[in-house]
Every structure is written in structure tokens, then in C-alpha cells.
């Protein structure tokens, strides 16, 4: 009986166990990947901060013009991957990177600007 | 030094000094008037003499008197960087500035015949920030106006709505040219169609325009030519340059006067190259720090009370035959 009890348990906490070492982890697992879906640069000063990015494939990158000047955000590729509207103060652009790769790019209106997104 | 103490030391060194080119242009003697020019002198060179006066003294003249005095060919004034829609801390109201700029032309002591705008009439390219420039500058008592792009003319739609209001009887993205009095003038667009990491860009159209239009020219017709961005390298780290100008300078060469005016950079600069006379004007909007002066060069705030101090016009006289143009900026005080 006391067997049996202990096994029950034993089995219990087994399956308790389990179901705390499952249940977590899936948690953890998708905020971190909603964490890793988005990724912010700053304009101001006439640059792009950061200048290089670092993202996983399928983070939506968000460009948030903190400069008191008008930029775009224009991808350097030919043809042009995206090219955001003329940013005034406090506007953005957002725009996914699904697919690994370097992809540089600059604004349209002051060129020296320029900077890059590594999508891994 | 007063005005009268400047322009009193201007006729006593007034004899062509230095005629190290054999031209009778003194070079030397035309910058050291350039350098009181910020204060409103007025420069002319006349018979291969520089002659200066102050405003002031110009304007207690006889009106017959100063006439005879400032005579020269062709008088226009130039005016940039309007940024209208511009409201920042640097200037919240552009569109004051903008008229103050139009009142220093109309009264300046010889009337302009017609003014050049180099570009940057709008912030947004907004219809409505075109649409209020050409409200403000219908008071201005020259009515012709030759116009040329900036960068913040052309957002949206590579220039488009530009052409429409500006581009009639241009080529291209904006150039073209027109006669005055025998001066040649030039209008370049170099804001459309930038590189990533690049300056400003004349591109291979509009250079083989260039070449053509001033191939038929003598060379001792006096050439003005004007652009936003400068034709020299001011800055590169700051954009301030264009990337292919060199041959668009190479064309010029042959010409025994050529003024170059531009804009973008707000602030006045000039320089002298042989022959040819780089000059850019003051914004009526906003200042822009000197190169290297500043991490970056955004609009540059002043105690308000200075602001009209860093603005400003540039008025140009040419005297027929006499090599330079007289170049003078003016503060909207």
C-alpha cells in the first residue's frame, strides 16, 4: 500500500515536474521570440543610431525621426527594397526584414546619412 | 570702425594694387571689399578700381548722384533657403523672415531687375509652403524670379510638382539658361537622383546640356551660374559639395568672368578660383553652424534678438566689361 501510495506520489510529483518543465519554457520561448520581432533606430543629428543592426529574419524594424530636420529612410539596393515617406519630427517607419542578409541604406534627402540593417 | 571710417579707408587704398594676373582685376582688393560686405558695404569695380560705400552714406546721396555712383549694367539680388513650413526652435516663423528678406529688396538703393531664389522654397514640398512663398514674394518689386530646386523641393515625387510651378522652358529635372543684358545665366539642378554616401549630383544629361549651351559662347561673355548645393567642396563631410561639378567647372574655363552663387549651407561663403568667383548666400530661414563647427548641421538656434543678423540677401551689380561682379550680402538685421 505505502508502495504504491509512494509511487502515486512519486508519479504525481514526476508529472507535476513535467508539466513545470514544459510549460515555461513554451512562455519563455515566445516572448522571447516576440522580443526578437522588433528593433528600433533613432535619427537624430543627422545619423542613424544605430548605425549597424543586428536582427533576426522577421523583425519589423521601427525608424523614429528624432532629429529637427526631415529624413528618409531609403534602402541603397537597386532595386530599392523601402523607402519610407519624408519623415518630419517624431514620425516612422516600419518595415520586416524576412529574409537574411546586409542591407544598407541611407536618406534620400542627405546622403552622406548612411547606415545598415545585418539580418541573420 | 564706423561705416564712414570703412568706406573712407576703401578710396584710400583704392588704386589697383595687385595685378599679379595682368587682367586689371584686383583680386586681392575685391576680397579685402568681400570681407565688408557682411556689413552692408557696396563694392563696385570700375575701370580696374575698387570703390566702396557704405549703405548709410548711399543712402543720404542724391538720388541722381547714387545712380551715377552705382551704375553698373545689371543689378539682381539673390535669395535661399526659404524652408517654408520650417517651425522649430531655430526660427518659428519663417514666413516673417521670408518678407523681411523681400523688404531689405525693395530697399535696396538700386532696385534689382529680377531676383534668383537658390532653392529650398519649401521644407516639405508641401503645395501650401509654395503656395505662401509665392504669396510673400509678390511683394517684392522685381517680378521675375528664376528659380532652382533644393533638396526639400523635390521629396516625394523625384521633383514633379517643382517642374510644375518652377520648370517651364527647363530641360531635365529643372536646368536651363537665359540671357540678360549679355550676362549668361545657368540654373543647375543638383538635388535630384543622390547616391547613398554621395554629395550633391549633376549627372551625364545635364552635364552634356551644359557643355552645349555654353559651347556657342565667347569668352568674354561673363557667365552667372546657379545651384542649391555648392559647386565647390565646402564640406564632403557634411554633404556640402557635388560629386561630378569638376566637369561641369571644366566647361567654364575658357570664360574670363563666371560667378558661381549657391545655397544649402545658410551662411555665406565665398571663394575665388581663377576666374571663377564662388559665392553662396545666407538662408531666410534659419542659420546652419560653420563647417565643423558642430556635430551636425541642423538648424543652428540664436537668442532671438540675433536672429535677422544670421539671415540674409546678397545683391549683385555687373559692370559692363569690368571682369567682377560687385557682391554684396546683407543681414535682415
Known amino acids: ?120 | 570702425m564706423s561705416l564712414k571710417t570703412m568706406s573712407q579707408a576703401a578710396h584710400s587704398g583704392d588704386q589697383l594694387a595687385y595685378d599679379h594676373n595682368h587682367d586689371g582685376v584686383d583680386r586681392r582688393g575685391f576680397l579685402k571689399c568681400m570681407a565688408w560686405a557682411g556689413t552692408g558695404a557696396f563694392c563696385v569695380i570700375r575701370g580696374g578700381v575698387l570703390r566702396s560705400y557704405s549703405m548709410s552714406r548711399l543712402a543720404e546721396m542724391d538720388p541722381k548722384e547714387r545712380a551715377k555712383e552705382m551704375a553698373g549694367e545689371l543689378s539682381f539680388a539673390q535669395i535661399s533657403d526659404s524652408h517654408m513650413g520650417f517651425n522649430k526652435a531655430a526660427n518659428p516663423d519663417v514666413a516673417a523672415t521670408l518678407k523681411a528678406a523681400v523688404d531689405k529688396v525693395n530697399g535696396l538703393a538700386v532696385a534689382p531687375e529680377f531676383l534668383l531664389h537658390t532653392g529650398d522654397i519649401s521644407h516639405l514640398s508641401k503645395p501650401e509652403e509654395f503656395d505662401t512663398v509665392e504669396q510673400i514674394l509678390k511683394e517684392a518689386k522685381p517680378k521675375d524670379i528664376f528659380y532652382v530646386p533644393g533638396e526639400h523641393d523635390v521629396l516625394n515625387d523625384n521633383g514633379q510638382q517643382f517642374l510644375e510651378r518652377y520648370g517651364k522652358g527647363s530641360k531635365g529635372a529643372g536646368w536651363y539658361s537665359f540671357d540678360k543684358k549679355g550676362v549668361h545665366f545657368i540654373g543647375l539642378v543638383n538635388v535630384v537622383n543622390l547616391k547613398a554616401g554621395g554629395l550633391g549630383t549633376l549627372g551625364q544629361e545635364q552635364l552634356e546640356w551644359l557643355e552645349n549651351d555654353v559651347k556657342p559662347l565667347q569668352p568674354s561673355t561673363p557667365l552667372v551660374v546657379f545651384a542649391h548645393i555648392p559647386l565647390w567642396s565646402v564640406y564632403p563631410e557634411w554633404g556640402w559639395g557635388t560629386d561630378d561639378s569638376a566637369q561641369a567647372l571644366r566647361y567654364l574655363r575658357k570664360f574670363g568672368s563666371v560667378t558661381v552663387l549657391n545655397g544649402h549651407i545658410h551662411q555665406t561663403m565665398q571663394k575665388i578660383e581663377g576666374n571663377i568667383t564662388f559665392h553662396t548666400a545666407a538662408s531666410t530661414a534659419f542659420p546652419q553652424p560653420a563647417p565643423g563647427k558642430a556635430d551636425s548641421p541642423g538648424p543652428m538656434k540664436v537668442p532671438a534678438e540675433q536672429l535677422k543678423s544670421v539671415l540674409g540677401i546678397t545683391d549683385v551689380n555687373f559692370v559692363r566689361g569690368k571682369q567682377a561682379l560687385g557682391l554684396v550680402d546683407s543681414t535682415l538685421e
Open chain 1, 1 to 120: 500500500m505505502r508502495r504504491s501510495v509512494s509511487f502515486a506520489v512519486l508519479s504525481a510529483v514526476g508529472l507535476l515536474g513535467m508539466s513545470a518543465l514544459t510549460a515555461p519554457p513554451r512562455n519563455l520561448a515566445a516572448r522571447a521570440a516576440q522580443k526578437a520581432q522588433r528593433a528600433e533606430v533613432k535619427i537624430d543629428n543627422f545619423s542613424f543610431g544605430p548605425a549597424t543592426l543586428t536582427v533576426p529574419a522577421g523583425t519589423t524594424v521601427t525608424w523614429t525621426n528624432r532629429d529637427d530636420i526631415p529624413h528618409t529612410v531609403t534602402s541603397s539596393d537597386d532595386p530599392r527594397l523601402f523607402k519610407s515617406k519624408v519623415l518630419d519630427t517624431d514620425e516612422k517607419f516600419s518595415f520586416t526584414f524576412t529574409n537574411a542578409g546586409t542591407y544598407p541604406y541611407f536618406c534620400s534627402i542627405h546622403p552622406k546619412m548612411t547606415a545598415k540593417v545585418i539580418v541573420e
